[in-house]
């Protein structure tokens, strides 16, 4: 008994029926060819990209249904000097939404090339239809953004914008020039533009202080005070307020709530952030200076500046920004080693002009105590070192600092 597929299979046990099947298979194969060959065709002659109409058009004429073809025949007539023709830049910008309506970035250009000629209802709805396609590409929102504004429509372009910085914050800076330049109202800009959301008023605060706004950086400040941050975000906006005159207000903000103290991290328990109240440093060729866990007066670390033998210094790269009360008294105590200080100037600390004494050779641990009247809000204490005048002139050896307290003295 035959099996059920068997009346379907046709046998090819002669000639004449191979022929045949390979005539249909050379049919099939050549009609195949044919169709593809155009598609080939146009590929090969637009592969170098190089803006030449006649060669689009061609690659029109072999593959008509190839949207990025008629796109890019449309820039150039657009674009280009050479061969700017708007009225075929119009209809190869229409046939190429036409034959495909999902690519955002052809309503995009359509948009663009029907402002330049003051259409602009044509232009919001080609807009539209970017948006449509591309309701979650920020580019695709700042652009309609832009466009908004030019069409004087304000209310639509601040929509715009606000979704751009939802959808990338990358974006807020370009969106808050835009605005600045527009309105430059910090509060309006914030309260409209701005998401709120850690990273956004992070980079409205950098903006704002950037812009010189007062009012600006303090609504970007209250607005991060319900998120988590770290105090080297907060330096910018630390130094900007001690610049203003404010460093009460700047404690405040480098503290984000936590506990003060006389002086902040003045035991070197923890690594200096070398910004805001904690102790500042910076690297000079011949002297290192950093955290010491395997000396310390109390506690598990100190302070080290290690000179290197090679160079006659001015040093005053360490420095501390203290807190205080204009025309109040004070007292800095602090304890300080050193090991194998040479020359014959050593290091010392300083604060409102008043210097401790500056031990040379090799000294035990010692409390030394400053005594200070201020002449603002703000005292800085520095560790320096005069250059010396002698001729055994180069600085070598190391000196530890630990136990900073300050206190008020009457």
Same mark, same amino acid.
């Given at each position: 008994?035959?099996?059920?597929?068997?009346?379907?299979?046709?046998?090819?046990?002669?000639?004449?029926?191979?022929?045949?099947?390979?005539?249909?298979?050379?049919?099939?194969?050549?009609?195949?060819?044919?169709?593809?060959?155009?598609?080939?065709?146009?590929?090969?002659?637009?592969?170098?990209?190089?803006?030449?109409?006649?060669?689009?058009?061609?690659?029109?004429?072999?593959?008509?249904?190839?949207?990025?073809? @008629?796109?890019?025949?449309?820039?150039?007539?657009?674009?280009?000097?050479?061969?700017?023709?708007?009225?075929?830049?119009?209809?190869?910008?229409?046939?190429?939404?036409?034959?495909?309506? +999902?690519?955002?970035?052809?309503?995009?250009?359509?948009?663009? /090339?029907?402002?330049?000629?003051?259409?602009?209802?044509?232009?919001?709805?080609?807009?539209?239809?970017?948006?449509?396609?591309?309701?979650?590409?920020?580019?695709?929102?700042?652009?309609?953004?832009?466009?908004?504004?030019?069409?004087?429509?304000?209310?639509?372009?601040?929509?715009?914008?606000?979704?751009?910085?939802?959808?990338?914050?990358? +974006?807020?800076?370009?969106?808050?020039?835009?605005?600045?330049?527009?309105?430059?109202?910090?509060?309006?800009?914030?309260?409209? @533009?701005?998401?709120?959301?850690?990273?956004?008023?992070? *980079?409205?605060?950098?903006?704002?202080?950037?812009?010189?706004?007062?009012?600006?950086?303090?609504?970007?400040?209250?607005?991060?005070?319900?998120?988590?941050?770290?105090?080297?975000?907060?330096?910018?906006?630390?130094?900007?307020?001690?610049?203003?005159?404010?460093?009460?207000?700047?404690?405040? *903000?480098?503290?984000?709530?936590?506990?003060?103290?006389? *002086?902040?991290?003045?035991?070197?328990?923890?690594?200096?952030?070398?910004?805001?109240?904690?102790?500042?440093?910076?690297?000079?060729?011949?002297?290192?200076?950093?955290?010491?866990?395997?000396?310390?007066?109390?506690?598990?670390?100190? /302070?080290?500046?290690?000179?290197?033998?090679?160079?006659?210094?001015?040093?005053? @790269?360490? +420095?501390?920004?203290?807190? *205080?009360?204009?025309?109040?008294?004070?007292?800095?105590?602090?304890?300080?080693?050193?090991?194998?200080?040479?020359?014959?100037?050593?290091?010392?600390?300083?604060?409102?002009?008043?210097?401790?004494?500056?031990?040379?050779?090799?000294?035990?641990?010692?409390?030394?105590?400053?005594?200070?009247?201020?002449?603002?809000?703000?005292?800085?204490?520095?560790?320096?070192?005069?250059?010396?005048?002698? /001729?055994?002139?180069?600085?070598?050896?190391?000196?530890?600092?630990?136990?900073?307290?300050?206190?008020?003295?009457?």
């Amino acid at each position: 008994m035959d099996s059920p597929r068997s009346k379907w299979e046709i046998e090819l046990n002669t000639w004449p029926r191979k022929a045949v099947a390979i005539s249909l298979t050379l049919v099939v194969c050549g009609f195949m060819f044919y169709q593809t060959w155009w598609l080939f065709l146009a590929a090969w002659i637009t592969r170098d990209g190089t803006p030449d109409p006649e060669i689009y058009e061609r690659a029109i004429r072999y593959d008509p249904d190839n949207a990025d073809y @008629h796109f890019t025949l449309a820039q150039i007539y657009n674009y280009s000097t050479r061969f700017l023709n708007p009225i075929k830049a119009r209809e190869r910008y229409l046939d190429a939404v036409r034959l495909n309506p +999902y690519r955002s970035s052809h309503w995009l250009e359509l948009a663009k /090339f029907y402002e330049q000629e003051e259409e602009a209802d044509t232009a919001r709805e080609a807009m539209a239809k970017a948006l449509e396609m591309d309701p979650n590409y920020a580019q695709t929102h700042w652009a309609a953004g832009n466009l908004y504004i030019r069409l004087g429509d304000g209310l639509a372009a601040d929509f715009e914008l606000r979704r751009t910085a939802d959808l990338d914050v990358g +974006y807020l800076t370009q969106v808050l020039d835009l605005a600045w330049i527009v309105y430059a109202d910090p509060e309006l800009i914030v309260r409209t @533009h701005v998401p709120n959301t850690r990273d956004a008023n992070l *980079v409205a605060l950098g903006y704002f202080i950037g812009q010189d706004s007062e009012l600006g950086a303090a609504l970007s400040w209250d607005r991060l005070q319900i998120f988590e941050t770290q105090p080297q975000q907060r330096f910018r906006y630390v130094d900007y307020l001690i610049n203003r005159g404010y460093p009460e207000d700047a404690l405040a *903000v480098f503290l984000a709530g936590a506990e003060t103290e006389s *002086v902040f991290n003045g035991d070197f328990e923890r690594e200096p952030l070398n910004g805001g109240f904690d102790w500042r440093h910076s690297g000079l060729g011949h002297v290192e200076v950093r955290r010491d866990t395997t000396e310390s007066r109390d506690g598990t670390a100190s /302070f080290m500046i290690e000179f290197d033998g090679e160079e006659n210094v001015n040093y005053g @790269h360490v +420095y501390h920004l203290l807190p *205080v009360e204009e025309g109040r008294s004070y007292e800095l105590n602090f304890w300080m080693r050193t090991e194998g200080i040479s020359t014959d100037q050593g290091v010392f600390l300083e604060v409102e002009g008043q210097r401790s004494e500056a031990p040379l050779g090799t000294t035990l641990w010692d409390q030394i105590t400053i005594s200070f009247k201020v002449t603002s809000d703000l005292a800085t204490v520095r560790v320096r070192r005069n250059r010396s005048e002698k /001729f055994d002139n180069l600085i070598a050896g190391k000196v530890w600092l630990d136990g900073f307290e300050l206190r008020e003295v009457e």
